[in-house]
């Protein structure tokens, strides 16, 4: 472990992590323990851990595998989870969040991490990274459960803006299938807009609008449309990308996590209000493990900024270890397979395809 000092070039297959370690609710430990459990199965990850080194570094010093593989900046500030994004970007410069942040602006590392407070990271992500060239509305993507061969759907906006025009839409369903092939391994994926029915005369103007928009661009985007989604499909496997405005999908998201922490709750009570229930429960022990982990929403945390100059990825306020180790998980594949530059590169394709300029781009 080092701490503020020089850092040298890290070997060209190694990827580096800034983590803001100061911003979650359940505190540096469950951070510290993320990043121990996914050092233990990705031998290329470094991390650059922003925040108060004392205690980082108390943490560290009883995990001295992890700790070489860590270098500590301190950071002095604290941006609380009830911060006003204005304050924020007022008085951050200096905090952990700030800081984690600059280092994939500056080029130190390749992914932030954060457990922080969401709106005051995407404004200081903006501030800092700027949002790609063509792009009016970043957005958030999240990884969404269902019964495709990987687990999961992709879904955005889930809060970044809470407006969308159609062109959004469109920049959402491009940016969404780049982040599903490079993050998923979907090779052409399958997009949906999301609508109150799938029927073709269904929805506002704008949706209709949108939904033209993504078919005519769907050939020279590397993607399928199969047309409107609905509430029901967010967990089906004919769809890859469920694309949305920011207001809808986060009012989508928070309903589903309550509801899975309704159900969870009345297994609970189901399992343990009597004795029999106890007996059938152990009895049962197997496949209700299984089940947990199958619908565990730690597996699926990290929500992705998509539409900006860098890679930065919001991990749960509440993460525990394996939550936050399922982030790094998936800022480590983002990285390994180039996802900022191929990202930059499909947009910026898009861009030029509806300018009727040729571009040349890589694939993403």
Same mark, same amino acid.
């Not at 951050?92 to 390749?110: H, I, P, R, T, Y």
């Not at 092939?181 to 929805?203: A, C, F, H, M």
């Given at each position: 472990?080092? &701490?503020?000092?020089?850092?040298?070039?890290?070997?060209?297959?190694?990827? &580096?992590?800034?983590?803001?370690?100061?911003?979650?609710?359940?505190? #540096?430990?469950? &951070?510290?323990?993320?990043?121990?459990?996914?050092?233990?199965?990705?031998?290329?990850?470094?991390?650059?851990?922003?925040?108060?080194?004392?205690?980082? !570094?108390?943490?560290?010093?009883?995990?001295?595998?992890?700790?070489?593989?860590?270098?500590? =900046?301190?950071?002095?500030?604290?941006?609380?989870?009830?911060?006003?994004?204005?304050?924020?970007?007022? @008085?951050?410069?200096?905090?952990?969040?700030?800081?984690?942040?600059?280092?994939?602006?500056?080029?130190?590392?390749?992914?932030?991490?954060?457990?922080?407070?969401?709106?005051?990271?995407?404004?200081? @992500?903006?501030?800092?990274?700027?949002? /790609?060239?063509?792009?009016?509305?970043?957005?958030?993507?999240?990884?969404?459960?269902?019964?495709?061969?990987?687990?999961?759907?992709?879904?955005?906006?889930? %809060?970044?803006?809470?407006? +969308?025009?159609?062109?959004? =839409?469109?920049?959402?369903?491009?940016? %969404?299938?780049?982040?599903?092939?490079?993050?998923?391994?979907?090779?052409?994926?399958?997009?949906? =807009? /999301? $609508?109150?029915?799938?029927?073709?005369? *269904?929805?506002?103007?704008?949706?209709?609008?949108?939904?033209?928009?993504? *078919?005519?661009?769907?050939?020279?985007?590397?993607?399928?449309?199969?047309?409107?989604?609905?509430?029901?499909?967010?967990?089906?496997?004919? #769809?890859?990308?469920?694309?949305?405005? !920011?207001?809808?999908?986060?009012?989508?998201?928070?309903?589903?996590?309550?509801?899975?922490?309704?159900?969870?709750?009345?297994?609970?009570?189901?399992?343990?209000?009597?004795?029999?229930? *106890?007996?059938? +429960?152990?009895?049962?022990?197997?496949?209700?493990?299984?089940?947990?982990?199958?619908?565990?929403?730690?597996? @699926?945390?990290?929500?992705?900024?998509?539409?900006? $100059?860098?890679?930065?990825?919001?991990?749960?306020?509440? @993460?525990?270890?394996?939550?936050?180790?399922?982030?790094?998980?998936?800022? $480590?594949?983002? +990285?390994?397979?180039?996802?900022?530059?191929?990202?930059? +590169?499909?947009?910026?394709?898009?861009?030029?395809?509806?300018? $009727?300029?040729?571009?040349?781009?890589?694939?993403?």
């Amino acid at each position: 472990m080092t &701490i503020n000092e020089d850092r040298t070039n890290p070997p060209s297959d190694t990827v &580096i992590i800034s983590i803001d370690a100061m911003g979650g609710d359940s505190g #540096v430990e469950a &951070i510290i323990g993320g990043m121990e459990m996914s050092a233990a199965i990705n031998p290329d990850i470094k991390f650059l851990v922003h925040g108060d080194s004392a205690e980082i !570094g108390a943490l560290l010093a009883k995990k001295p595998e992890l700790a070489a593989r860590v270098e500590v =900046l301190h950071a002095d500030k604290v941006i609380s989870m009830d911060e006003k994004p204005t304050r924020a970007l007022r @008085s951050g410069k200096g905090s952990s969040m700030w800081n984690a942040v600059d280092s994939v602006k500056q080029g130190e590392a390749a992914v932030t991490v954060s457990c922080g407070n969401t709106g005051a990271l995407m404004a200081i @992500s903006m501030l800092q990274l700027r949002k /790609l060239p063509g792009v009016k509305r970043p957005a958030i993507a999240v990884l969404w459960p269902s019964r495709n061969p990987s687990g999961f759907n992709v879904m955005l906006d889930m %809060g970044a803006d809470i407006k +969308a025009d159609p062109e959004d =839409l469109l920049q959402y369903a491009i940016m %969404g299938a780049s982040y599903a092939r490079n993050g998923l391994d979907v090779r052409r994926p399958r997009v949906g =807009l /999301l $609508n109150i029915g799938t029927e073709d005369n *269904k929805g506002r103007p704008e949706l209709q609008e949108a939904a033209e928009l993504i *078919k005519t661009a769907q050939s020279d985007s590397d993607l399928e449309y199969i047309g409107f989604v609905e509430g029901s499909d967010l967990p089906a496997d004919h #769809v890859d990308i469920i694309v949305t405005d !920011g207001f809808t999908g986060n009012v989508a998201l928070k309903a589903a996590e309550g509801t899975a922490r309704l159900v969870a709750e009345f297994m609970r009570e189901a399992f343990t209000h009597s004795l029999m229930a *106890k007996v059938s +429960a152990a009895l049962a022990s197997g496949p209700l493990k299984r089940l947990k982990n199958r619908i565990d929403p730690r597996r @699926s945390n990290g929500g992705v900024f998509l539409g900006l $100059n860098g890679t930065v990825i919001k991990s749960h306020g509440g @993460s525990d270890a394996v939550a936050f180790c399922a982030a790094i998980k998936l800022a $480590n594949t983002l +990285a390994q397979n180039g996802f900022a530059e191929k990202l930059a +590169a499909r947009v910026a394709s898009a861009t030029a395809a509806s300018k $009727n300029t040729p571009i040349e781009t890589d694939e993403a």
